[in-house]
């Protein structure tokens, strides 16, 4: 069995795959690197998936599917990874080499350790175009350090504070087991990824290194403004997702106090994300779609609801008028600064 699958997610990768799977493959034989062709048609992503395979038979695999989306990508990655532990790496992306290989000593470390790691969690890097001085998200002020440790261990989770895909990598068979299925065909799944297996995970290390690379600057990404604007409604199809998963096993999650908070605060930054968002596009259609969201959301959990509207940042997307607007705008802008998330 290998230590860590890798699955890359590819559509029409050609201008970027190769560094991603390079700084992948000095991982060698402990690691298995999934490249995932999402029926890319414009370019030699197939070709190169398959060239890598080739050269590299017992660390790379090629899957061919047809287009689902990203999240569709992810799930064909776990349903053919063998590795221990499981880890999405977007094919613009790249990882370190000196943390990568104390990532990898550390996973073998605890896989044979008495206790069964569900999740480890280290540093992302936003690499931003442009930007000579590089923004890290690590979690040293909330999570233990250097020890195998709990939810129960985990300091006060603060508002905005959440942990993205970049910085996870889970244990495969707990990912099989919490029966996760991303949604095909849908932008920002991976909110969900890191989300819906949460209750699972009992048992987690926190290793302080500068991993995972996030590259910022393709004016296509999904998260440029402009375009998440463009697939807003993919954005409050993965909001509601959310909501219900929350809502719906609320009474198990809510039995573990630290689980429940940063929960509910990582629901709470994606409502505010999908509020501004429907602001900043300034139309009718989408201040009701920004309605029926708060409405949905207190349909389905009055108390919830009531939490969310009353703090700073729900309170912030719901100021009344035109004015109101500009402020809740400039309210997330501070909310930003403040709390830190991007």
């Avoid at 080499?97 to 350790?113: C, F, N, P, S, V």
């Avoid at 508002?159 to 068979?173: A, P």
């Avoid at 959301?297 to 700073?312: A, E, F, V």
């Avoid at 940042?313 to 100021?319: D, F, S, T, V």
Wanted: with cysteine.
């Amino acid at each position: 069995m290998k230590l860590l699958s890798i699955a890359i997610p590819c559509y029409n990768s050609e201008a970027y795959m190769r560094k991603c799977i390079e700084s992948l493959l000095v991982g060698g034989e402990d690691v298995e690197i999934i490249i995932v062709n999402d029926g890319s048609t414009k370019d030699r992503t197939a070709e190169i998936a398959d060239e890598y395979a080739a050269k590299y038979p017992t660390i790379v695999k090629a899957i061919h599917k047809e287009n689902g989306g990203h999240g569709s990508a992810v799930n064909a990655g776990i349903a053919n990874a063998t590795g221990l532990y499981f880890k999405v790496v977007d094919s613009d992306d790249w990882v370190k080499e000196e943390a990568y290989m104390q990532i990898l000593d550390k996973l073998r470390e605890l896989a044979g350790g008495d206790t069964m790691l569900d999740m480890l969690v280290s540093n992302y890097v936003y690499e931003k175009e442009g930007e000579k001085r590089k923004k890290v998200m690590h979690q040293r002020h909330i999570l233990p350090k250097d020890k195998m440790f709990t939810w129960a261990d985990c300091r006060h989770f603060l508002k905005g504070h959440y942990i993205l895909m970049h910085s996870v990598i889970f244990r495969t068979k707990l990912l099989r087991e919490c029966g996760l299925q991303l949604p095909e065909h849908t932008f920002y799944v991976d909110n969900l990824y890191v989300f819906e297996p949460l209750p699972f995970v009992k048992n987690m290390y926190y290793l302080d290194v500068n991993f995972y690379r996030y590259y910022i600057g393709r004016t296509d990404q999904s998260v440029n403004e402009t375009v998440m604007i463009s697939r807003i409604d993919q954005q409050l199809k993965v909001n509601k997702l959310m909501l219900d998963y929350l809502v719906e096993h609320k009474a198990e999650i809510a039995k573990n106090k630290r689980l429940y908070q940063y929960m509910r605060n990582y629901l709470e930054i994606i409502m505010t994300v999908s509020s501004v968002l429907l602001i900043r596009s300034g139309t009718e259609e989408s201040l009701t779609k920004k309605k029926e969201l708060w409405d949905y959301l207190k349909s389905k959990d009055r108390r919830l609801y009531h939490w969310m509207r009353n703090g700073i940042m729900g309170g912030a997307m719901n100021l009344p008028g035109k004015g109101g607007r500009k402020l809740s705008v400039e309210g997330y802008k501070l909310c930003q600064k403040i709390f830190g998330f991007n």
